[in-house]
């Protein structure tokens, strides 16, 4: 394990730039997740860490070395794909192994034998060493993938969405397992994930990409309650934040300069209105078991946020709706800390 | 699917059993001839050239005795002083007023042919599968051109170039060797190889290699351990369709090749002027030649049905 540094890195893939001159301190035993849409450079990120790109400029430390230009063989590091790419020709004992046996590692067999199994019960796919790997289910595939990345200690785990194509219910089982794993290992870790939960329950910092550019990077508290600009505050939040323009509801205390308010659910008070005279109305609730949505109209604006699973509201209702301590931003997306 | 079912895609009964039907016909036409030349191989000469042709008839060896041997006629009192036959060549050599003089040239021809096919695709499946994991991996300045001008050494016949070749290869002193039919046979087949495997390591994910290569292996480490496993497929298709075409190749063989370097093709039809036509003979040469394509086919031919229909579902 060790720190992993990123000292203004740049990567263009003909005219697009991929990633911006992106600086990124990742220390040792640090779990750090890059959150973006498709596109925003996260998983180019990755790749040159990894060594699979070379930066057009800018430098990579691994451990105290100057990492930039060796090969990914070289740098002391692990990487989980997306597509699992485990090798179809090999078994599951043999897939495990395949990173020991590196002509590089030349670790004796029965060494080899007691890493893998250990390694197969810590994700628990012990069971199956002798299988094939094309014969696993996309959840067995996952662990075996993992446990390929874990069989090494290596300087940092990099991981590419590795959770993204199997079913909700197994990805929260495994995102659990993968953040006790690496809590178990003190190891350190870069994950790539557009999903807000993953990032939100497995991270000690995220980052958030936009365009190659790191926008922010953080707690998940801090990016969450203190986001640095429109595109961070969007991206966290379920359902999405409401970007409500200035003077829309009646303002209490608004900074000078802010052009758009941030308000989430816990940002809205709403009531039913006394006297049938509203600020909106209820569009209509939408019952998802555990809360429930609520839609509502105010003026021309539509708002959605979340009220309680045995909530008095009903559709065609008129109420009042309050800021209580809202996000405000200005003119450019930035927000104005109030 | 229960019985009833009627899918779009799939065909009816009744078509399918049409299709079958075409598929025994036509294969049994185009067996005909093998059947023929295997029917002549164990013919003696007056019944393979009996009219009307003999379908049935008692079979003998003597086209394999004839094809391996070389016979001179001699006198029935000489005949007669000889020690009693040995073997059921002897025998028939001397009901034919003949005695065995030696060995043909069949069986040196023959390993010749073996040498030179099996040695020509080796050597295009070899630079055909590295050149292809080149250009479907690396930026190679130039690519589609490069591909297009390794191709177009096959958009004329071969014949075309006899005569340049047949020179180069006199100043060269490669006329009759066994290493020159191996590089001549080698740069026709490579074009093909490296076209039919670049679409099969196209297919196989970059993953898989960098995943290799963050695991601790070189490119080259990992493209014995993690690519070429997994285009054994296209390797052997592509192996079978060199060698088929090393191994039949008539034209060049007969132009540059008459003695020591001479393979089974060219030397096939002369045993024709060996002691009058002796068909049998021509009929069992070529029974022989079938046997190791039919035989390395027979062994790949899982991997080369794959390696058919590849594309066509995969994509």
Known sequence: MADVFLNGVSKAFDDHQAVANLDLKIADGEFVVLLGPTGAGKTTTLRLVAGLEKPDSGSIEIGGHDATRLEPAERDVAFVFQQYSLYPHLSVYENLAFPLRSPARRMPDDQIRRRVEEVARMVRIHHKLDNRSTKLSGGEMQRVAIGRALVRKPAIYLMDEPLSSLDAKLRAELRLELKRIQAELGSTVLYVTHDQIEAMTMADRIGILADGLLVQIGSPRAIYMEPANLHVAARLGQPAINLIPVGLLPDAAVPTGTKTIGARTEHLTIEKSANGHGDGTIDWVEHLGDQNHLHLTVKDRKLITLTDTDTPFRKGDAVTVRYRAPLFFDGAGNRISG | ?315
């Open chain 2, 1 to 315: 699917m229960s019985a009833t079912a009627h899918s779009v895609v799939e065909p009816s009964k009744v078509s399918r059993r049409i299709a079958g039907s075409v598929v025994v016909v036509y294969a049994l036409v185009s067996m005909i001839p093998l059947f023929w030349i295997l029917a002549t191989s164990f013919k003696t000469p007056p019944d393979s050239i009996s009219y009307p042709p003999k379908v049935i008839f008692t079979p003998s060896i003597e086209g394999y005795c004839n094809l391996f041997t070389t016979r001179t006629r001699q006198t029935a009192e000489y005949i007669a002083s000889l020690p009693p036959a040995e073997t059921f060549c002897d025998e028939t050599t001397r009901k034919r007023n003949m005695v065995i003089a030696g060995q043909s040239n069949f069986l040196p021809r023959f390993v010749n042919s073996l040498i030179i096919a099996f040695g020509s695709t080796f050597c295009a499946v070899f630079l055909g599968t590295l050149a292809a994991y080149g250009f479907s991996r690396f930026k190679v300045p130039l690519a589609d051109d490069l591909l297009f001008f390794i191709l177009s050494t096959r958009m004329m016949p071969p014949i075309a170039v006899a005569i340049p070749i047949y020179l180069m290869y006199r100043e060269l002193g490669l006329s009759d060797t066994a290493l020159g039919m191996i590089l001549l046979y080698t740069a026709v087949n490579v074009s093909l190889a490296v076209w039919l495997l670049k679409g099969f390591i196209d297919e196989i994910p970059r993953e898989y290699e960098e995943a290799a290569m963050i695991d601790g292996y070189t490119r080259m480490q990992s493209f014995f351990k993690v690519v070429l496993p997994q285009a054994t497929t296209g390797i052997a298709a592509t192996a079978i369709f060199c060698l088929i075409f090393a191994w039949n190749e008539y034209a060049f063989a007969s132009l540059l090749t008459s003695g020591t370097a001479q393979t089974a093709p060219p030397f096939i039809p002369t045993i024709i002027g060996e002691g009058g036509q002796d068909w049998p003979a021509v009929a069992a040469g070529t029974t022989v030649f079938l046997v190791p394509i039919l035989v390395f086919t027979i062994l790949l031919r899982k991997q080369l049905l794959r390696g058919i229909t590849f594309g066509a579902v995969r994509k």
